[in-house]
Structures are given as structure tokens and as C-alpha cells.
Nanobody, 114 residues
């Protein structure tokens, strides 16, 4: 059974940091690129960051470039999203995804507010 389980969300003040984790199971994690997406209330889901299967290639949405870092640990079947210098507009539910298989996690809420 395929599972992607996100964690690490929460409430943080503007300028703060959070690290999201996504633990994968039920498929060969190290074979596939992974991505993080987010969806704010009333808005469409958007791609935030992508990482290749080996972790050697990453790409980011312009809105998070220089602030967010995607990484992965294939030994732990986990992909991470380090989020620094958070802004109120980063408030959203964050999802991880196995792109090739279109597997999605259930999401973790990130709220940036003073």
C-alpha cells in the first residue's frame, strides 16, 4: 500500500522557519523524482519544488527560490522541504507527491502569521 505522510507543519511568525518531512512507503522511493506542492484557500494547487531521484537536480517556483530548499534521504525514504524567511503568503496546505506515479500525501498545514 502506497503512503506519503507529511509532517512538520504548524504556526510560525513571519521570518521564521519550518522543515517539512514526507515519509514514503509502498514503492521504491529512490527510483522517482519527488515534489512539494501547496494550496492556499481559494487558490489552485501550485508546484513549489522538485527533486530528482538521486537528489542531484532541484528546481523551485520563483516565489520560493532562495528561501526554500528541497532535499531527500533515500535511505530513510523521506523528502524534506526546509522553509526559511517565511511570509504570510506562504500560508497553505503543503503536499508531497511522487510525480511519475502521481501519488499524493494528505497534506500538512503551514500558517505564517504574527
Amino acid at each position: 500500500q502506497v503512503q506519503l505522510v507529511e509532517s512538520g507543519g504548524g504556526l510560525v511568525q513571519p521570518g521564521g522557519s519550518l522543515r517539512l518531512s514526507c515519509l514514503a512507503s509502498g514503492f521504491i522511493f529512490s527510483k522517482y523524482g519527488m515534489s512539494w506542492h501547496r494550496q492556499a484557500p481559494g487558490k489552485e494547487r501550485e508546484l513549489v519544488a522538485v527533486i530528482a531521484s538521486t537528489g542531484g537536480i532541484t528546481n523551485y517556483a520563483d516565489s520560493v527560490k532562495g528561501r526554500f530548499t528541497i532535499s531527500r534521504d533515500n535511505a530513510k525514504n523521506t523528502v524534506y522541504l526546509q522553509m526559511n524567511s517565511l511570509k504570510t503568503e506562504d500560508t497553505a496546505t503543503y503536499y508531497c507527491r511522487c510525480m511519475a506515479k502521481d501519488y499524493w500525501g494528505q497534506g500538512t498545514q503551514v500558517t505564517v502569521s504574527s
